[in-house]
């Protein structure tokens, strides 16, 4: 960030104001980092913004609630939106500027392109929500296009997502280093979440137990106990505890592949699990 931050950042609301304003930071010389978002920030977004000012001259957060990333039966219209909050939170952090597209303009009248994508974004998530990852891909792409930044900043607690963003820019040759930060957590291991706000007093007490059952599956697996027979237990384990549970699957770290030798591949444990009507996902490293 700039040594004098404004305080208050500037709102880019259309995508030539944020070419114009990356423009500007590139010809004075400074780098900038992107960390993408669908506000309702907390803690987790947080931290990614920090980092980002650690690492470019400037930051640059993009709120936008994608619409073609959410399935027909999901939360789009009532997912959290707190515009003031976001803002005042961001001016907190000195963060330089927040792109605010129009879904008018995101999606323009006739809109027909989308990123088509194979290897990490097969099976997890795509399962359950099939045209999930074209959005995210797509209105990436886009966000990249628009704020053109030296850097992108990614949580691990979309793990899939992270794997996802890092192949299409590979393949498409998008210039930008993309980065994944760890997963920001409640003390009880709750990964922080727009949508924990879903979840009745009930439910979030329970909710601790998918992170808790990954560490258990974890440590089963590294103590080189049969994965199937941990994952199976893992399963049974989070539906007991009132879980309806979409996957727990132990996968290749790097590709998201199905692991052929636990011994000799890095690990991820990944899993989705619905409490009452609000759908959890989490994934640890083994
Ligand atoms: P979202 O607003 O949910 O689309 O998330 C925006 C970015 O924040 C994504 O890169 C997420 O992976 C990241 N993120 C969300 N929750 C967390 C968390 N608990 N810890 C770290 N990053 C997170």
Known sequence: ????????????PTVD??????????SKGLTSALVPTMGALHEGHLALVRAAAKRADTVVVSIFVNPTQFGPAEDFSSYPRDHAGDLAKLAELGVDAVFMPST????????????SLEGPALGL??????????GVATVVAKLLLATQPDIAIFGEKDYQQLLVIRRMVTDLGIPVAIEGLPTVREPD????????????????????????????????????????????????????????VDYVELRNADTLAPVADPACE?????????????????????
Request: no cysteine; charged share 20%.
């Open 1 to 12: 960030m700039t040594l004098n931050a404004p305080a208050s950042p500037r709102i880019d």
């Open 17 to 26: 104001r944020a070419r114009l304003r990356s423009f500007e930071w590139r």
């Open 104 to 115: 008018e303009e995101m999606y323009p009248e006739g809109f027909a392109t989308t990123v």
């Open 125 to 134: 998530e795509a399962d359950f929500r099939p045209t999930h990852f074209q």
């Open 189 to 244: 291991g709750l990964a922080l979440s727009s949508r924990n706000a879903y979840l009745s007093e009930a439910e979030r007490a329970t909710a601790p137990l998918l992170q808790a059952t990954l560490r258990a599956v974890a440590g089963a697996v590294l103590a080189g106990d049969d994965p199937a027979t941990a994952l199976a237990t893992a399963r049974d384990t989070l539906a007991a505890g009132g879980f309806a």
């Open 266 to 286: 890095p690990l991820r444990l990944l899993a989705a699990a619905t409490l009452g009507r609000t759908r959890l996902i989490d994934n640890i490293a083994v």
